[in-house]
């Protein structure tokens, strides 16, 4: 998830500000010393970096949810492994490189506040691997949800065959969609170049070059007559007070993935106003909002936005078809002239 428009400056003060405020928690060389001498065996060294993440009051929100989970994706990443959910694992021993490296992810994640997933430029998405880093959103939509049941709930017989992933970031919805889809093309659209060179380092790690295509477009700017039988979007819709809120972890992640506005809604807006004109007659936008359903909803009162419900967990993902969209078009164009009224 990219921003629509051009970035603020980073207020670098505050982040040094920020480190700073966090070195009281981090490990100190004789306190690695004493840990790289006294704990041996992979669970160890899980206990050690929970205990330590706890008493850091580190936030999870970038795959995981919990200090052990977030551990262990530190851990599997150190050791090449791909998970430690064997339990005969457990008390397998680390050698003294494979500790101190494990160390130093643990300082690094309590120290400056990195999610896990830009330590290790990896995370997991629908059951897929993606290559991540700072240039994209860590991603963690429950649309995986949605992708993995392959949208049968709109789609119950003809698969869609062509797909717009608007707001790519990372390509993670894109490629998790041609890869449900084999049929399909798939438009992974996005204003960051910088993005989009995360999600063509995807792509092709996928080997779907052939049916994925990266695209650097302003939203629907540079789709002129393009239609699709499905448009998913998870682009940016923190409020402006919330992103005051952020936890620390949140400030590693480029500001334009999560900000849109006052409401939130200021792309979201954009998309409801335009997305009609590029889905085919039976299509269907599937589009992200997550806290910002409620200003959503009471945007546009007339509007019988389909709140999808997860057994996966997550929150503030709708549906719209195509026909909803026309029908409500005179909704959008009051908002937008309500909105140009305001502005004048």
């Known amino acids: 998830m990219t921003q629509f428009h051009s970035a603020p400056s980073n207020d670098t003060a505050s982040h040094i500000d920020a480190d700073a405020e966090h070195l009281d928690t981090a490990l100190t060389a004789a306190h690695i010393e004493e840990a790289v001498q006294d704990l041996h065996s992979i669970h160890d060294w899980l206990r050690f970096a929970v205990s330590q993440f706890n008493a850091a009051d580190l936030y ?18 150190c050791l090449h492994l791909t998970h430690l959910a064997d339990a005969s694992l457990l008390q397998a021993r680390l050698t003294g490189t494979e500790k101190r490296a494990f160390a130093a992810l643990i300082n690094a994640r309590i120290s400056q506040r990195i999610p896990a997933a830009y330590l290790t430029n990896h995370m997991y998405f629908a059951g ?3 290559y991540v880093d700072e240039r994209v959103l860590v991603p963690r939509s429950p649309i995986a949800e949605l992708i993995t049941q392959q949208f049968s709930t709109w789609f119950p017989q003809q698969a869609p065959q062509r797909i717009l992933d608007l707001c790519t970031g990372s390509g ?49 700017s540079a789709l002129t007559g393009q239609q699709y039988d499905l448009i998913v979007t998870n682009p940016p819709y923190v409020d ?9 972890e949140y400030h590693h992640e480029p500001e334009l993935g999560l900000a849109s506005g006052v409401d939130g809604l200021e792309l ?18 599937i589009c992200e909002v997550g806290n910002s359903m409620v200003a959503l909803a009471e945007r546009f009162p007339s509007v019988p936005f389909d709140w999808i419900q997860f057994s996966q967990g997550g929150t503030g993902v709708f549906a719209l078809t195509k026909a ?4 409500h078009s005179a909704a959008w ?8 009224g305001q502005g004048a």
């Open 60 to 77: 999870y929100g970038h795959g995981t949810d919990n200090a052990w989970d977030e551990a262990g994706l530190l851990l599997s990443h």
């Open 128 to 130: 897929l691997p993606f």
């Open 172 to 220: 993670c919805i894109a490629i998790a969609c041609a890869q449900q889809f084999p049929a399909a093309e798939v438009d992974a659209v996005d204003i960051s170049p910088d993005a989009l060179e995360v999600a063509t380092i995807n792509i092709d790690q996928h080997q779907l070059y052939h049916r994925v295509y990266p695209i650097e477009s302003d939203l629907f």
């Open 240 to 248: 402006a007070e919330d992103m005051s809120d952020l936890p620390d």
């Open 268 to 285: 979201t807006v954009q998309i409801l106003r335009h997305a009609a004109d590029h889905l085919a007659d039976d299509g269907v936008l």
């Open 324 to 327: 909803q969209l026309v029908a």
């Open 333 to 340: 164009q009051a908002d937008d002239e309500q909105a140009a």
